[in-house]
């Protein structure tokens, strides 16, 4: 795994940028509307900079898929579904139901991806 030294890393310090190592990361998936990209065994850090996040993926091995084409689903989304994932994670209503709409109408899959990125953020 790619270590930054000890004097790169005070620099970036003194220029406002943080850098996080994720630690055990198995792997990455990168999905385009016609190919999937999965990098195995990646070294990945999260960048801060000036409030943007980027995320770096070095090394790994690298498999590239070809996506079908799919018909997309549209699921009804229930007033009362937004409000409960809305209330239980605290976020606005507007981003419980997009969630929701990302986890195809699942109430506890879409509570669960709300609190895994509230816990991302650094």
Do not use: W
Request: hydrophobic fraction near 40%; avoid cysteine.
């Amino acid at each position: 795994m790619f270590r930054m030294n000890r004097d790169m890393r005070r620099m970036l310090e003194k220029m406002g940028v943080e850098i996080k190592e994720l630690e055990n990361v198995k792997e990455v998936i990168i999905k385009t509307d016609k190919e999937e990209y999965l990098i195995k065994q990646p070294a990945v850090n999260i960048v801060k900079m000036q409030g943007a996040l980027s995320f770096e993926i070095m090394g790994g091995e690298l498999t590239k898929t070809q996506l079908e084409s799919k018909e997309t689903t549209t699921y009804e989304i229930k007033e009362d579904d937004v409000l409960l994932v809305a209330r239980e994670t605290g976020v606005s209503k507007e981003e419980a139901e997009q969630v929701l709409r990302e986890s195809n109408g699942d109430i506890a899959l879409a509570i669960l991806k709300i609190q895994e990125r509230k816990s991302h953020n650094l």
